[in-house]
């Protein structure tokens, strides 16, 4: 026999909560870039220590611009 706990929700969690973050490639491949990164927010989130509560998406950005004469610059890495 399975029993579940009332308390917990099986619903998804309310996207009130979701906090994107983009970061270019030279952040994102470095741990301890993307580490400061992750307590900056989290300092501004409200707690230096935790995400709890909080679902913190890492979007890896690459960003390009195509000029006039449709050359195209990667402007984000």
């Given at each position: 026999m399975v029993t579940i706990n009332p308390a917990i929700s099986l619903e998804p969690k309310s996207t009130s909560n979701v906090v994107r973050v983009a970061v270019p490639a030279s952040v994102h491949n470095n741990l301890e870039m993307?580490?400061?990164?992750?307590?900056e927010i989290l300092g501004k989130l409200g707690c230096l220590a935790c995400c709890s509560g909080w679902d913190i998406r890492f979007d890896f950005q690459k960003q390009f611009v195509v000029d006039k004469n449709m050359n195209i610059k990667e402007i984000a890495r």
């Open positions: 993307i580490q400061k990164v992750q307590r």
